[in-house]
Every structure is written in C-alpha cells, then in structure tokens.
C-alpha cells in the first residue's frame, strides 16, 4: 500500500513570496490533514478535510493561508506571501473515515519550507 | 493551559533499561490517546494507540492511561539504541481534535 506523498520535499524562497505544496493521502482515505511543525514543538493542524468539505481550519492564518481539496482525493496548501515565521515542515496525514481513524494517522514525509 | 503537555527532555536511559515517558492532557472529554515516535529529520509514526484505563501491551511498548488522573504514559522495556527518538503524545479531544504535546526526546545510550 502506498503511503502518504508529498511535494516539494524541500523548498527555500524569500519572504513575501508565494509557495505551494501537494499532497496525495492513502487511497480510500477521506480525511485529509495539513499541519505545520515547528523545530522543537509538536505537529500543530493547519486545517482538516472530510473528502472534499473543510472540518476544521480554525487554526489557519487565512489572511495568508489557503487550501483546497477539490475532487476529495489530492490537496494543495498554499502560503502568499510568506513571512520568516513561516519557516517549518509542513506535514500531510491522512486516516480512515470514523472516530478512532481521527487519531490514527500517516504522515507523509513533509515538505521543509525555509523562508529568507 | 496547553492541551497536551509533556517534559521535552531529553531523557537518557542505558540500553536495555526500561524508559518512560509521561503526558498530560487538560480536555476531560478526550477519548483516544496515541503515541506516536519521530525520528530526527522523520515525519511521525503511529506505535500505540490506547482508549481505556488501564495497560496496553504491544511488544516492548506499554501505553498506560489514567482518565480520572487525566495522565498517560509510555513505557518502553528493554530499551534499544533504534528505540532514541522523539516521542510525540497526541489526545483527540471530545470535539475530535487532535492535539499534539512537545514531545520527549529519548536518547538510548548503548
């Protein structure tokens, strides 16, 4: 079974530039998380998608964030413009559809974001 | 008061010794509990998951949970030099979201 892809893997720009991330969750997975990791600080969401509906973004800097998860199945993360403070591994998850699925989840790989 | 909370360490421990790593949690309504281990420059990976009080043995690996202490721990015996990661404790709250702690970083002296 394939697991959790993301890209870019790494990606450096300069702040007030514009970035985005891809990420394509285990298939047959309907919930879909992006989360933000902070060196030294545990994975903090961002925003979670059941199929294609937002649940929660509640944590989502919107003035600057945005995603989106159009057909139910991939997503894509996007940050304009990009602030220092942004500078972090940007994690994707995925579970099965149901309450104990909520919590148990895989992580892709990431996507190592530096901001200049 | 932060959701989940933990001692980021680090902890040392000698091969072959028992480690145990501890989390709190602040929502009452919190059902499911996880631990999940992150190697340094990894993403996290799910190893227990526990949703009663009490023990849940997996291996070398035991999830303990206290509701009414609102308190969970991970033990791990016989601990081994793969075994020196980062130790992320996770709480899915009553309004089923997942929290994350700071996370405990073990570090498994041979």
């Known amino acids: 079974e394939a697991g959790v892809a993301q890209s870019p893997r790494y990606k450096i720009i300069e702040k007030r530039q514009s970035v985005a991330f891809w990420c394509n969750p285990i298939?047959?997975?309907?919930?879909l998380y992006w989360y933000q990791q902070i060196l030294g600080q545990g994975p903090k969401l961002l925003i979670q998608f059941q199929n294609n509906g937002v649940v929660d973004d509640s944590q989502l800097p919107k003035d600057r964030f945005s995603a989106e998860r159009l057909k139910g199945v991939d997503s894509t993360l996007k940050i304009q413009p990009a602030k220092l403070e942004d500078s972090a591994v940007y994690l994707c998850?995925?579970?099965?559809?149901?309450?104990?699925?909520?919590?148990?989840?895989?992580f892709g790989p990431g996507t190592r974001l530096t901001v200049l | 008061q932060k959701e989940v909370e933990q001692n980021s360490g680090p902890l040392s421990v000698p091969e072959g010794a028992i480690a145990s790593l501890n989390c709190t949690y602040s929502d009452r309504g919190s059902q499911s509990f996880f631990w999940y281990r992150q190697y340094s420059g990894k993403s996290p990976e799910l190893i227990m998951s526990?949703?009663?009080?009490g023990d849940k043995e997996d291996g070398r690996f035991t999830a303990q949970l206290n509701k009414a202490s609102q308190y969970v721990s991970l033990l791990i015996r016989d601990s081994q030099p793969s075994d020196s990661a980062t130790y992320l404790c996770a709480v899915l709250t009553g309004a089923n979201n997942l929290f994350f702690g700071t996370g405990t970083r073990l570090t498994v002296i041979p």
């Open positions: 298939s047959g997975h309907a919930t």
């Open positions: 526990i949703y009663s009080n």
């Open positions: 998850a995925s579970s099965f559809p149901g309450l104990a699925g909520y919590g148990e989840q895989f």
